[in-house]
């Protein structure tokens, strides 16, 4: 796979998922808050960038947005 190919893995809704991703799990950690919807629309979004044959970016954004949601669970209840 070229580098272009491997860039377009993450871009479009691909990436999206792995921002709301990125956001869902740096900022309690830096900030204490937690978002509450947001690693649900990002798992949405990284289903369906695998189902545009955008695998690469869509398993990263769903287990960036399930870390996510761990912490958002052990910041509601933790």
Do not use: C, E, K
Request: no cysteine; aromatic share 8%; charged share 5%.
């Amino acid at each position: 796979m070229t580098a272009a190919g491997i860039l377009s893995q993450v871009t479009g809704v691909a990436g999206i998922g792995i921002l709301l991703g990125l956001a869902t799990v740096i900022v309690p950690l830096v900030f204490g808050y937690v978002f509450y919807v947001l690693p649900i629309a990002g798992f949405l979004a990284g289903i369906t960038a695998i189902r545009r044959n955008q695998l690469i970016g869509g398993i990263v954004a769903i287990v960036l947005n399930a870390l996510g949601a761990v912490l958002t669970l052990v910041g509601l209840f933790g």
